[in-house]
């Protein structure tokens, strides 16, 4: 069962965490920011994985900590969740259209932590949430998963569509790269290891 669960707390936030990466069933997101909740929520449903992602954070100074943190907690567990990565596809990509805009996520779990991230959002604030987020989520999801992502925007004007083409194509790239193949036999590396 590739499950993982954790609990962080910190001055800022207080987070708790679990993924199952082979049951979709239950997704239950409640991170008092509602733009960055409808966020995870498509994640998890592209990325047929199941996540509950309760938190508390600093909200009255601005949602940046309850992001990044989140970002952290998830990266971690997805991480632990895939154990030795043995028989996983390992790579991942999609093109995700939202009306008029495109998002392209591809992704390498790698064990080398490296984000690009290329795009632009000319809505600073949708409800609560700063659109600049969206990098700081990718970046710390990213690193602390060690995963290669490259995500980029290739074009849109409204920045809601944006930012939920990154978003749905990060799940669905992830559920590609941690499906199992039974013709891989261990690791997908010539390495014979992906730490």
Do not use: C, W
Not at 23 to 50: P, Y
Not at 59 to 87: C, F, N, P, W, Y
Not at 105 to 121: E, M, N, T
């Amino acid at each position: 069962m590739r499950i993982a669960s954790k609990e962080r707390k910190t001055k800022e936030t207080f987070i708790e965490v679990s993924v199952h990466l082979d049951d979709h069933t239950e997704v239950v997101i409640d991170t008092g920011v509602g733009f960055f909740d409808h966020m995870l929520d498509l994640f998890a449903k592209h990325g047929r994985i199941g996540l509950v992602v309760k938190a508390k954070g600093d909200l009255h100074i601005d949602s940046h900590h309850t992001v990044e943190d989140i970002g952290i907690v998830l990266g971690q567990l997805i991480r632990e969740a895939l154990g030795d990565k043995k028989g996983i596809t390992r790579y991942g990509s999609a093109y995700v259209p939202m009306d008029e805009s495109l998002g392209f996520v591809a992704l390498d779990i790698s064990g080398r932590p490296f984000l690009h991230f290329d795009a632009q959002f000319d809505n600073p604030k949708l409800g609560t949430f700063d659109t600049e987020l969206v990098q700081e989520f990718f970046q710390a999801f990213s690193f602390q998963a060690a995963m290669t992502v490259h995500a980029r925007v290739l074009y849109g004007t409204n920045t809601h569509h944006k930012i939920e083409s990154l978003f749905k194509a990060l799940g669905r790239a992830l559920h590609q790269a941690i499906s199992i193949d039974p013709e891989i036999k261990g690791v997908n590396s010539t390495k014979g290891l992906i730490e």
